[in-house]
């Protein structure tokens, strides 16, 4: 018989729905029961894609002997991390603080005042490698629960003191100059693998926001090495097992070096991210290779992740179905050389193993390999190449498919927007600009509410009831700025500065200038989570300073050379401060951030371009080019004579009847230009 879980829209609650455990969602009913119980509560944070969740699921959560003394002895929570962030961050707060490290499944007990007292990941169902079994553990919170309750709730109210202490006051630093980037370089430089590319040594992640950084601080700056490290980076992944030769996008992240074995599940917001850069990369280089991937990442977030709505889901399961009715990862991607003969005949089933690196040993498990591309001398027919790729991407369409998450994220849509868009735009892509202002239009219809306020996910056309997170408010800001760049319809930037409203008003502190990931009026947890640095995704504070300062660039010109004053500038400014404080110490955790400060040093430039009409041939390439510049945070408005669709179109003409650009900085304009190598030259210089 279904739980509590039955009807919740995550799909990783409905993946519980029918264990015996009877799991309540976070709620503030399931409190109550604890304290009417008397009883601890066992929370328990994951979420769909996540391998470890499923399998301490199916050793503990699916077994019946275990559910009976969860349920005499707990009230269960389950907790889909992508759904509640905010207390998904409270709590590994409290994890990493006490252990060291961190991760999920997350399993965390709290008192009926939801106070933490003990902490683990994923527990075993027997003793392993010096861990103790799941059971265990339950038997032995029982026992201090019930024998040494004092105690219990003394070291929860300590760690929740500690926790409070640890509040961020950066807000009120000064912005990060030339120095303090010159350090974050120099930092990424020492931490860089010249052999392999990326940062760091096993597991790998995609470096996309460090990245961005490098490309725009190569575009103020013309350093060389800044470029170097970028493209290698990116080539080495895009060669790599990380990224799906046949079907195009990238894995969360490499179990190696290398780049070789990736952890195979698939994320929208690696995949949005990642798609952005390598059309940056192209835009910087012109490498054919970044405009293959760019593409290639596009297609298959608009093929594999669009949701019947219009919006994006969340991620695609590392495991599936081998074929056996076991579910193991990495089991859809894999291949053996006799597999692939299987597929292509002798003669191309060798060519397609040295081509992609398959080997009788295996790259991964059980002498299976992840398809690659290896460095090689000697070319290949392309034609060829073409045809053994379509050969077995059909072939691997027919085998059982990962599960999908189709939960939308606001945040994570916010992020694949801007990179549609910009993609789209680049590549003479109309139908990935349109699957932009698809999702766009799904988030405005179903997210947003009459006060503008977002909800953080919707799944099958309903919204989910939890509140969005600053992340949401600016990443969705962050893709609305850039759809309205690149289709030139102001509706974006208006709707972008409804959101924008709401950073200010609900999550930045008055005082400090510091940002908080929940809004004020938000549900009050233990600690209200404030994290500035950037891991998956950028944060939702440098992320909201990117967003304020792009709209600050639209639309506060004219009023900050009257009052020489500007708010979103303003807040910007303050959020920055934390990048003074983090960049020159941990560059790699503060990427997005560094970006930011980059294109604060450039301005950002401000390009208007008015034309006769959007569709006019010169106004379009115009605007082309000035969506190809690569000045860092560069905004473009672009519309007729005397639109009223974006404030930089104001008192801007035609120059001598012909379609101009105009493009200014700091106060500062250039004279008008008609020609589009001039513009080129201004977007550089």
């Known amino acids: 018989m279904p739980n509590r879980l039955a009807h919740e829209t995550s799909p990783y609650l409905l993946q519980h729905a029918d264990n015996p455990v009877d799991w309540w969602p976070w709620s503030a009913e399931a409190f109550e029961e604890a304290r009417k119980s008397g009883k601890p509560v ?82 075993p169902p027997a003793p392993r490698h010096g861990s103790p079994s799941f059971r265990q553990v339950l038997e032995g919170v029982r026992s201090a629960w019930s024998e040494r309750r004092d105690e219990v709730s003394e070291v929860a109210g300590k760690i929740v003191r ?9 807000g009120d630093a000064q912005v990060p100059g030339e120095e303090e980037l010159a350090q974050a370089l120099l930092g990424l430089t020492r931490e860089y693998d010249p052999q392999r590319g990326g940062f760091g040594g096993a597991p790998k992640f995609p470096p996309s926001m460090v990245i961005e950084f490098l490309l725009r601080h190569h575009a103020r700056t013309g350093a060389e090495g800044a470029l170097q490290m970028a493209a290698d980076t990116c080539e080495r992944m895009a060669r790599g097992g990380i990224y799906d030769q046949l079907g195009g996008g990238f894995a969360r992240y490499s179990v190696d070096r290398e780049w070789v074995v990736p952890h195979f599940e698939k994320m ?25 991937v760019a593409l290639e990442t ?6 594999e992740l669009r949701t019947a709505e219009g919006g994006f889901a969340s991620a695609l399961d590392a495991d599936s179905d081998d074929g056996t009715g076991r579910h193991v990862e990495g089991a859809y991607y894999v291949w053996t ?21 398959v080997t009788e040993e295996g790259t991964f498990e059980h002498g299976q390999s992840v398809l690659q591309l290896p460095q090689q001398d000697g070319l290949f027919d392309a034609a060829k190449i073409a045809s053994i790729r379509e050969r077995l991407l059909d072939r691997r369409s027919e085998r059982p498919a990962p599960g999908r998450d189709d939960k939308v994220v606001a945040a994570w849509n916010g992020l694949a927007i801007a990179a549609l868009a910009e993609t789209g735009a680049y590549f003479d892509r109309p139908d990935l600009v349109e699957a932009a202002v698809g999702a766009a239009d799904l988030l405005v219809r179903l997210h947003l509410d009459e006060q503008a306020r977002l909800a953080r996910t919707s799944k099958d056309g ?41 950073v200010l008003a609900r999550f930045v502190d008055a005082e400090s200038g510091s940002l908080y990931d929940t809004a004020a009026d938000a549900e009050q947890l233990i600690r209200r989570p404030q994290d500035p640095t950037d891991n998956a995704t ?32 303003a807040a910007a400014e303050r959020a920055l401060g934390v990048v003074k404080a983090l960049g020159p110490r941990v560059p790699r955790f503060i990427g997005w951030g560094l970006a930011v400060a980059e294109a604060l040093l450039d301005g950002p430039r401000e390009v ?59 106060f500062t304009c250039d004279a008008p230009t008609t020609d589009p190598d001039q513009l080129r030259t201004a977007l550089t210089s």
């Open 162 to 170: 500690d926790l409070a202490g640890r509040e961020i006051s950066y």
């Open 42 to 123: 066992l929370l328990s944070v994951g979420y769909s894609s996540c391998h470890w969740c499923h399998v301490m699921a199916h050793e503990s959560f699916e077994d019946q002997a275990t559910a009976d003394f969860l349920n005499e002895h707990f009230v269960s929570v389950k907790v889909d991390r992508e759904e509640r962030p905010d207390v998904d961050a409270v709590y590994m707060e409290a994890v990493q603080a006490a252990t060291g490290q961190g991760g999920w499944p997350m399993t965390v007990f709290l008192t009926p005042d939801a106070e933490p007292f003990y902490f683990g990941t994923y527990f």
């Open 268 to 292: 929208l917001y690696d995949n949005a991210l990642l798609c952005r850069v390598y059309a940056h990369l192209w835009r910087s280089t012109g490498s054919e290779l970044a405009r293959r």
């Open 337 to 357: 050389p006799q597999q692939l003969t299987e597929v292509l005949g002798e003669e191309d089933g060798r060519l397609a193993a040295h081509y992609f690196g």
């Open 608 to 666: 208007a371009i008015v034309g006769p009409a959007l569709d006019d041939p010169a106004t379009r390439a115009l605007h082309r080019t000035a969506l190809l510049g690569s000045a860092p945070g560069a905004v473009v408005a672009v519309g007729t004579p005397g639109s009223d669709e974006f404030p930089l179109l104001a008192d801007r003409p035609l120059q001598q009847g012909q379609p101009a650009a105009y493009v200014c900085r700091n």
């Open 462 to 502: 309903r919204a989910g009831a939890n509140a969005g997170v600053l992340e949401d408010y600016a990443d969705v800001a962050e893709g609305f700025l850039a759809l309205a760049s690149v289709t030139g319809e102001g509706v974006w930037l208006e709707f972008a500065g409804f959101l924008l409203d709401h």
């Open 538 to 569: 950028p944060s939702g504070w440098t992320a909201a300073a990117g967003a304020l300062l792009g709209y600050a660039a639209h639309t506060g010109a004219p009023a900050a050379a009257a009052a020489n004053v500007n708010v979103h500038r």
């Open 298 to 303: 596009a297609d298959f977030m608009v093929r």
